[in-house]
């Protein structure tokens, strides 16, 4: 009885176990299932041409090599879903300064299809930004079409761009590659257009636009010399030139490395625009935290320069003030009827300069063929070998 009652117990046991591992199967069958059931009824994923444009809109560099091709291809795969797009040929812009030569950021365009009769589709009109290499790209051009390029500026640093701009898009039956034409037109002058078209087999038409500087801006550079580029950095981290009206004291803008409108790969040069400067007004330029704390770079000279397109360069005086780590060099300029561009050129060293002038006590005039004598410890001046001299004529 007892050895039935307990092969009867085992039984009972292997059986609870072959249901659970029943229970698990049909569990994991069921997940199994449903997602083999949701795949095949999900929608595929589909990009449209604006969508995929606003894909490379958002790129954050310019890519003018991936423009060169027939198409753009963005694309996305696995075991259930895939999605491709071919964006069509397009045109890009470049914006840069005609006076500088540099890019110019945050500049708006809205390029707008025009109708057979002339008018423009504003519902259909695309919009972009250039971007910090001067850039804006407009992608989904259609063969055949004419559109008007606007641009909306903002930056009160520039005179605006008032040229009508048409771009127009065709194609011939024995080419892949559509020809962009952009036609810039001066009103000042409708009758000589300046034309400019895609290189053949380039897919992309790269053209600048060019704005000139406002009278009420000034731009102002800075030039490091002999000072190495982590010592640079050091510096530009409290670095700042504070331009004030002179009359009234206020501050029209304070320039740092975070406002800079350029800065070289070795931090050697940084460029800034100040605007809403008035004609014939006075301002203070005052550079501060210049000093380095280097002992190498303990010397530092300021120089300042002044130019206007039709006047050559000139030195402006510089006032020293202060001293050690608060030490600044100010310069006073007059606001002229064209830009200005105010150059500070600060070069570094541990040593300094000397400089001596003999003259004749009772009649003031200087004296010919005086020997100075140069040395640092007393005991230098007692050993004619390690006397420097230095002959000055007159």
């Given at each position: 009885?007892?050895?039935?009652s307990?092969?009867?117990q085992?039984y009972?046991?292997?059986r ?5 591992w ?5 569990l ?11 795949a ?18 958002n ?5 003018e ?13 696995d ?7 071919t ?17 110019i ?6 390029l707008?299809p025009v109708?057979?009769?002339g008018?423009?589709d504003?519902t259909h009109?695309?919009?972009?930004i ?5 850039y ?5 051009l259609k063969?055949?079409s004419?559109?008007q390029?606007?641009?909306?500026l ?16 065709t ?5 892949d590659v559509?020809?962009?034409t952009m036609t810039?037109?001066n ?9 400019n078209?895609?290189?053949?087999g380039?897919?992309?038409?790269v ?9 009420e801006t000034?731009v102002?550079?800075?030039r490091?010399?002999?000072i ?6 050091e510096?530009?981290n ?16 304070t320039?740092?490395?975070?406002n800079a409108?350029w ?9 800034w625009y100040?605007?809403?400067?008035t004609s014939?007004g ?5 550079e501060e935290?210049y000093q ?6 303990q ?6 320069q ?9 030195k ?8 050690g ?11 002229g ?15 300094y ?8 006590s009772?009649?003031g ?5 005086t ?6 410890k ?8 390690r ?6 004529s007159d």
């Amino acid at each position: 009885m007892n050895r039935f009652s307990s092969k009867l117990q085992s039984y009972v046991q292997k059986r609870k176990w072959n249901m659970r591992w029943h229970l698990i199967f049909l569990l994991f069958a069921f997940m199994v299932a449903l997602i083999v059931t949701y795949a095949l009824i999900l929608p595929a994923v589909s990009l449209t041409e604006d969508s995929a444009s606003e894909l490379s809109e958002n790129e954050p560099v310019f890519d003018e090599s991936a423009f060169t091709e027939h198409a753009m291809v963005f694309s996305y795969e696995d075991d259930t879903l895939s999605a491709s797009v071919t964006l069509p040929k397009g045109t890009a812009i470049l914006k840069v300064n005609a006076d500088t030569d540099l890019a110019i950021e945050g500049v708006y365009f809205d390029l707008i299809p025009v109708k057979a009769d002339g008018t423009l589709d504003e519902t259909h009109k695309m919009e972009r930004i250039t971007n910090a290499n001067g850039y804006a790209s407009f992608a989904g051009l259609k063969a055949g079409s004419t559109y008007q390029l606007k641009e909306i500026l903002h930056q009160n640093y520039f005179l605006p761009n008032e040229n009508k701009m048409l771009v127009t898009v065709t194609k011939s039956e024995n080419s892949d590659v559509p020809t962009i034409t952009m036609t810039e037109t001066n009103p000042n002058d409708p009758e000589h257009p300046k034309i400019n078209q895609n290189q053949d087999g380039e897919a992309v038409l790269v053209y600048p636009i060019q704005n000139y500087l406002s009278p009420e801006t000034a731009v102002i550079s800075k030039r490091f010399e002999n000072i190495s580029a982590n010592a640079i950095q050091e510096i530009l981290n409290h670095y700042q030139i504070v331009v004030k009206d002179e009359k009234t004291g206020t501050v029209i803008e304070t320039l740092t490395k975070k406002n800079a409108v350029w800065i070289s790969s070795d931090y050697k040069q940084l460029i800034w625009y100040v605007g809403n400067l008035t004609s014939g007004g006075s301002y203070t330029l005052t550079e501060e935290h210049y000093q380095s704390t280097n002992q190498a770079y303990q010397n530092v000279t300021v120089t300042v320069q002044k130019d206007i397109k039709t006047i050559k360069s000139a030195k402006i005086p510089v006032i020293i003030a202060r001293n050690g780590e608060n030490k600044t060099a100010s310069v006073t300029i007059e606001k002229g009827t064209e830009h200005n561009w105010i150059r500070f050129i600060n070069t570094y060293s541990n040593t300094y300069d000397l400089q001596l002038r003999k003259v004749d006590s009772v009649t003031g005039k200087p004296l010919q063929h005086t020997v100075f004598s140069l040395y640092g410890k007393h005991e230098e001046s007692t050993d004619p070998s390690r006397w420097v001299r230095y002959t000055k004529s007159d």
